[in-house]
């Protein structure tokens, strides 16, 4: 849903700065300088639109820690269990400020020639602690809580990356940055290395 209003909000910005933009030019027969003048709106609308949420996963994982201490010069050991139960929501999307566009002049046309790879933008996290195993001389201490939490954290994100929401990000995005090229009567030409522009159209 958050994709979707993005989307949208770009659209109805670009809309209305198109039409201040074609009052303006009303009263020029400069085909040229009217074509240029529409390359440079749409690059500052491409260039403002910077990070977008694309798409959404919820992931859940138990993540089982043990630990071991040695005490009395090594003649016994004292162990300390945590299992802890993490859901996240991930937001997955772009930074559009890392795509590299150009216009080719003389036509309403604009190549996009770097496209960022999708990008983690924030996690919202819920941890649980359950089956605490500590000894008394062998406690969690605060640092290692907050270890753990990041460790499951970043497992969240690593389940996120390998799944499948940087694939539907990467159809959202052309999906929304042919909308607002074609809103103004444009269109867009990825040319971006095989390896990449493979991997755009999967």
């Given at each position: 849903m958050?994709?979707?209003l993005n ?5 109805i910005g670009?809309a ?8 303006y030019?009303k009263f020029?027969?400069?085909?040229g300088m ?5 390359s ?7 260039e403002?639109v910077f990070k977008?949420?694309?798409?959404e996963?919820h992931?859940?994982?138990i993540y089982?820690?043990?630990?071991e201490k040695?005490v009395l010069f090594?003649?016994?050991t ?11 929501k991930v937001?997955v999307?772009?930074d559009?400020a ?5 216009w080719?002049?003389g036509?309403r046309?604009m190549?996009i020639?770097?496209?960022?790879e999708?990008e ?21 201490k605060n640092?290692?809580?907050?270890a753990?939490?990041a460790?499951?954290k970043q ?9 499948e929401l940087p694939k539907i990000?990467k159809k959202?995005a052309?999906v929304?940055l042919?909308?607002?090229?074609s ?6 030409d ?5 390896a990449?522009?493979k991997?755009?159209?999967?």
């Open positions: 958050l994709s979707i989307i949208v909000f770009c659209l670009i209305a700065g198109f039409g201040i933009f074609s009052v030019n020029t027969n400069k085909e009217l074509i240029k003048n529409e440079t709106v749409l690059l500052e609308k491409i403002k977008i949420v694309l798409a996963g992931f859940s994982e089982d820690h043990t630990s040695e090594g003649l016994h004292l162990n300390k269990k945590a299992l802890i139960v993490a859901k996240a937001l999307g772009f559009f890392k795509v590299k566009v150009r080719e002049e036509s046309k190549i020639e770097e496209f960022p999708p983690i933008l924030s996690t919202d996290s819920d941890y649980k602690f359950y089956d605490i195993d500590q000894g008394l001389f062998n406690k969690f640092e290692e809580y907050t753990l939490l460790d499951a497992t969240m994100q690593n389940k996120a990356i390998a799944s990000a959202q052309v929304m042919t909308q607002m090229a809103s103004m009567g444009w269109d867009i990825f040319r971006l290395p095989s990449e522009q991997l755009l159209e999967l």
